[in-house]
């Protein structure tokens, strides 16, 4: 007599492996990021009400909460960032001829490396 | 018999008899070249010969020993014992399939799910024989080669929350195999694929927590086929918005 049993799934499943916690990680930063582009909209609302208003968020954003979540959110984002170069060679994979290219060079040449020279660019901008 | 002794607590479900599944502890002699197969052959052949577990060829090509070892999907023919020794080793059946009886899973959904795919070489029309064979250059073969590596092992399914989650969800070896066809030079089924790989239960349903990859013993790679699978999914959602006249 066939009698399968089913076993029921736990609703704290993503906590079980440090693969699956990893993943739940990457997740949530996403949150973060989300966060930080309604921030930068709020900004530019408030650019667009003048600059004593602008003035008063660029004080506010210089307290030490404000400190405190930008530095969670740049962490973040890199987690996020870098899980997903780390990812793109196997949603893209390069092929040359019969071999696909290594994982970590399309990474590379994909994510990290056009990240590094925006990222140097921005810096440069804003420092010069 | 050597000294050295391992536990095995061994995952027991006897429909009929137990309501519940519950765990049974077997002492089992120790060999640092023996694997978790072996130990479940000592067992059966001396010690209980009731319990009940699936296994062919013991060299990791058939497939049938996929079993949670200390709660990871692995084929118990290449599961060392010196490799948790001394420590017990608990032994599950694979996660997210129901349990037939003790380690033995229930796998008709998964061949529905690998036959839904029609993992075979579909033409246009009918071929006549005599047009000789379909030939093909080995960079046509290299694009698909690991996609076909496959063993049906479902160690990928017992490895996936959503499997767990999503009943309907194809799954990562259906899903992979599904690209194997679809990109191979002398097949031309891509459309009709394409509706089942791009629907809810299909690619998207995947969020790329990419343990399936992770597990897979043979290479096979299922998370990154699943990933090319929505980019062509959403390639084909676009054409069919932008060119609703052209038929795909």
Redesign the interface.
């Known amino acids: ?7 029921p ?1 736990p609703g704290t ?2 906590l ?2 440090w ?2 916690r990893l ?1 739940m990680i990457r ?1 949530v930063t996403s949150v973060f990021i989300a966060a930080y582009l309604v921030f930068l909209l709020v900004w530019l609302y408030r650019l667009g009400q003048g600059p004593e208003q602008f003035e008063a968020m660029l004080r506010a954003t210089r307290s030490p909460l404000s400190v405190v979540l930008h530095v969670l959110a740049l962490a973040a984002a890199l987690y996020h960032s870098c899980t997903w170069f780390n ?1 793109t060679p ?4 390069v ?1 040359v ?4 290219l290594p994982d970590l060079l399309v990474a590379v040449a994909m994510g990290y490396f056009p990240w590094i020279v925006l990222s140097g660019l921005l810096v440069w901008g804003a420092l010069r | 018999m050597p000294d050295q002794q391992v536990t095995l607590s061994v995952f027991r479900y006897r429909p009929g008899q137990d309501a519940e599944p519950v765990f049974q502890e077997y002492q089992v002699p120790y060999h640092d070249d023996w694997v978790v197969l072996d130990a479940l052959n000592w067992i059966k052949e001396s010690v209980d010969g009731t319990l009940a577990y699936r296994w062919s060829c013991r060299m990791g090509v058939c497939g049938s020993c996929g079993m949670m070892v200390n709660g990871v999907p692995r084929l118990t023919c290449a599961a060392f014992l010196r490799e948790y020794y001394p420590a017990p080793i608990r032994v599950e059946p694979l996660a997210n399939f129901p349990v037939e009886r003790d380690l033995i899973i229930d796998l008709d959904g998964f061949l529905e799910k690998l036959k839904s795919v029609k993992p075979w070489v579909i033409r246009d029309g009918v071929d006549s024989a005599t047009n000789g064979e379909y030939l093909q250059t080995p960079g046509q073969l290299a694009r698909f080669k690991q996609y076909s590596m496959c063993i049906n092992c479902m160690l990928c399914y017992a490895a996936c929350p959503v499997v767990g989650l999503e009943t309907n969800f194809i799954g990562p070896a259906a899903l992979a195999l599904a690209l194997r066809y679809n990109l191979d030079s002398r097949d031309q089924g891509n459309a009709q694929r394409q509706q089942l790989l791009g629907s809810d239960e299909g690619a998207m349903a995947c969020t790329f927590v990419g343990e399936c990859t992770t597990v897979c013993p043979k290479n096979v790679d299922p998370a990154g086929a699943v990933q090319q699978e929505k980019v062509l999914a959403v390639n084909d959602w676009y054409y069919n918005v932008l060119v609703p006249w052209g038929k795909r």
């Open positions: 007599m066939r009698k399968p049993y089913v076993r799934m499943w993503y079980h492996t693969a699956y993943f997740e990812l196997k949603v893209m994979p092929r001829g019969e071999e696909r």
